[in-house]
């Protein structure tokens, strides 16, 4: 089974193309912290290009801007291409099955909000006759 599950940020606006077919595909970067840091005490970070096709590709292109936290699920992909000075490389990339957009591409982090506790007098007593299970 090839399952992929990433959450991150977009490193920048989402690229919405067409194939020669009339197929839409929307490709982006994904930024993804890793849970350690290296030995120098700095964050490490993997970069994901995603590929999101048809259906899924329009929303994304619509939608999938600079910044925003996304998730996603898809399948790793193997590719190699020729790079400007003429040598092969590889590259991994998402092929998108599901992505959900966990934020607003500027929305600012959540801060920590107080909670106040619920006022006890408007409560209710129930019986579990009332409860439908």
């Given at each position: 089974m090839?399952?992929?599950?990433?959450?991150?940020?977009?490193?920048?606006?989402?690229?919405?193309?067409?194939?020669?077919a009339?197929v839409?595909?929307c490709?982006?970067?994904?930024?993804?912290?890793?849970?350690f840091?290296d030995?120098?005490?700095?964050?490490?970070?993997?970069?994901?290009?995603v590929?999101?096709w048809?259906q899924?590709?329009?929303v994304c292109?619509?939608?999938?801007?600079?910044?925003?936290?996304?998730?996603?699920i898809g399948?790793?992909?193997?590719?190699?291409?020729t790079?400007?000075?003429?040598?092969?490389?590889m590259?991994?990339d998402?092929?998108?099955?599901?992505?959900?957009?966990?934020?607003?591409?500027d929305?600012?982090?959540a801060?920590?909000r107080?909670?106040?506790?619920?006022?006890?007098?408007?409560f209710?007593?129930?019986?579990?006759?009332?409860v439908?299970?």
């Amino acid at each position: 089974m090839n399952k992929q599950f990433l959450i991150g940020n977009v490193c920048g606006d989402a690229d919405l193309k067409s194939t020669p077919a009339g197929v839409t595909v929307c490709s982006f970067v994904v930024a993804s912290d890793r849970r350690f840091r290296d030995a120098h005490g700095e964050k490490v970070t993997d970069f994901f290009r995603v590929q999101a096709w048809r259906q899924l590709g329009d929303v994304c292109g619509k939608y999938v801007k600079k910044g925003m936290k996304v998730a996603v699920i898809g399948e790793l992909q193997a590719r190699t291409y020729t790079a400007k000075d003429g040598s092969t490389r590889m590259s991994l990339d998402v092929n998108a099955d599901e992505v959900e957009f966990m934020s607003k591409a500027d929305e600012k982090p959540a801060e920590k909000r107080q909670m106040t506790p619920a006022d006890p007098s408007t409560f209710e007593d129930i019986t579990s006759d009332d409860v439908p299970f």
